[in-house]
């Protein structure tokens, strides 16, 4: 089938789900930590309080503990057989190969990673696959290991279409969020240096994740937090309208909506708390909002210090929708699965220990490309 998608809540079909292998380290350099700021920086949203370390080689490597690495593995492959056993059809993109080399822009080179958490930098629309520009240097050539999957696609029909591709440069990026003492959300934050300069500065880029818009029909809801974000908004408005309306919310979070907010079914959100009400648009407000108890510490392995955390405590809002009943949670996270039942959902619990550690739960590392949907308007 070609691709057909224009929502995350009607009946699924088909999906990609990501691929953790060869998962060895993070690299942390300047797009990693700015990406990943409220989470790296801020002692009350993540444990433990980790800042950039000084490695004695002067690597920028954080290399992740290969226990983690085999469970996470086990995790994804009983996930991707779960969506198997229900019908589902499910593709992969190709592993990380273990002898990968270096990828490299005009001024910066980088440690690729897998293609875990694929709907970072892919959004799909209706039946266009669009890769979206990315913000961290060690992924930018991630969706190549999507290439035979989207050609496939492309192949039935379906538009493939790539957003203008950032340099990155350290002054690429726009510093306001993680310096803006108003973004602290109760927490201190710790300054990012000065970028350095470059003869191939262009000033700020555009650079957008495809899991900083939520699809409802013709209406998308896209997070903005600094210029970079603004400038992929424009882009997508021009490249969407008018069949689309595209509404931005104003830092709902650091990037990425959805562990802050998804759509179950029209009329219904699964929230992190009833504060993200406010910054919708005014139609939506009058939806139902689901919120789960908070999280406990106990929901989560306890890491030791050297262990990179890279999402919040509300990561387990981060839920797969296989229709409008049915939703694939977390079996480490009670209180949404029972959120969840008391709204009358049926819960299918999935077991995904680390996603703490790798920056991602079930929507973030599985990709719709059919779902049994018409575009709609639900005013």
């Not at 803006?180 to 109760?186: H, V």
């Not at 890491?303 to 079996?331: G, K």
Request: hydrophobic letters at 40%.
């Amino acid at each position: 089938m070609t691709v057909n998608v224009f929502n995350d809540f009607d009946p699924l079909v088909e999906i990609i789900v990501g691929s953790a292998k060869n998962y060895l380290s993070h690299e942390r350099d300047l797009s990693f930590d700015l990406f990943f700021h409220d989470s790296i920086y801020r002692s009350d949203w993540a444990y433990p309080r980790l800042a950039m370390k000084s490695n004695p080689d002067n690597s920028s490597k954080q290399n992740i503990n290969k226990q983690y690495v085999e469970e996470l593995n086990e995790d994804v492959e009983s996930f991707a057989a779960v969506l198997d056993s229900l019908g589902i059809v499910v593709k992969r993109p190709m592993p990380l190969p273990s002898d990968v080399q270096e990828v490299s822009g005009l001024t910066w080179r980088a440690c690729p990673t897998p293609a875990l958490n694929i709907r970072d930098n892919t959004l799909v629309i209706g039946d266009d696959i669009i890769e979206t520009p990315p913000a961290i240097r060690s992924r930018y050539l991630e969706t190549r290991l999507l290439s035979g999957v989207f050609m496939e696609y492309f192949r039935l029909g379906a538009h493939w279409t790539t957003m203008p591709r950032p340099l990155l440069t350290d002054a690429s990026f726009d510093l306001s969020y993680v310096n803006d003492p108003s973004t602290s959300l109760g927490g201190p934050t710790e300054p990012v240096e000065l970028p350095s300069v470059s003869p191939l500065d262009v000033g700020f880029e555009m650079m957008i994740d495809g899991a900083q818009c939520l699809k409802l029909g013709r209406d998308i809801i896209v997070n903005v937090a600094t210029e970079n974000h603004h400038l992929g908004v424009q882009w997508l408005t021009n490249h969407l309208s008018p069949e689309y309306e595209i509404h931005t919310v104003y830092r709902m979070a650091d990037n990425h909506i959805d562990s802050m907010l998804l759509a179950l079914r029209p009329g219904v959100f699964l929230a992190r708390d009833e504060s993200v009400r406010d910054f919708l648009p005014k139609k939506f407000r009058s939806w139902k909002f689901i919120v789960p108890p908070e999280p406990k510490a106990g929901d989560f392995p306890v890491y030791n210090n050297d262990d990179l955390v890279l999402t919040s405590p509300y990561i387990d809002i981060n839920v797969l929708s296989i229709d409008q009943e049915r939703v694939l949670v977390n079996q480490d996270c009670p209180g949404v699965m029972s959120a969840l039942e008391k709204a009358g959902f049926v819960v299918i619990p999935v077991q995904h220990r680390h996603r703490r550690l790798f920056g991602g739960g079930f929507h973030c590392f599985t990709l719709d490309m059919v779902r049994q949907s018409t575009l709609e308007d639900y005013f």
